[in-house]
């Protein structure tokens, strides 16, 4: 099992950058593909990153690409994402994820996702 702990959210105007983190324990963290997804009040919970256990891969959906990067660091067992031109539609609770690295693809479907962290809220102003 892995534990997972978010930490960085916060307020930023539109436009602006903010990073994320999430500190992972437990069980050996490059076993397993991370993920970020984010829930927006009244929303479904949807994908935001994902990265392979390697870090050689990384998978976004359009909405995000090209503003948003998704990095880990196996040795400090931690996953970033850093979030750039940040708009108001930005504004969300984002949660980390984890999955076994044996299970490939569907990267985006956050039921194939075994753990969560508690989530950090980032808000961005217009």
């Known amino acids: 099992q892995v534990q997972l702990v978010e930490s960085g959210g916060g307020l930023v105007q539109a436009g602006g950058s903010l990073s994320v983190s999430c500190a992972a324990s437990?069980?050996?963290?490059?076993?397993?593909?991370m993920g970020w997804f984010r829930q927006a009040p009244g929303k479904e919970r949807e994908f935001v990153a994902a990265i392979t256990w390697s870090g050689t891969s990384t998978y976004y959906p359009d909405s995000v690409k090209g503003r948003f990067t998704i990095s880990r660091d196996n040795a400090k067992s931690t996953v970033y994402l850093e979030m750039n031109s940040l708009k108001p539609e930005d504004t969300a609770v984002y949660y980390c994820a984890a999955r076994y690295h044996s299970y490939v693809g569907d990267y985006s479907t956050r039921n194939t996702y075994n753990y969560w962290g508690q989530g950090t809220q980032v808000t961005v102003s217009s």
């Open positions: 437990g069980d050996t963290f490059n076993d397993y593909t």
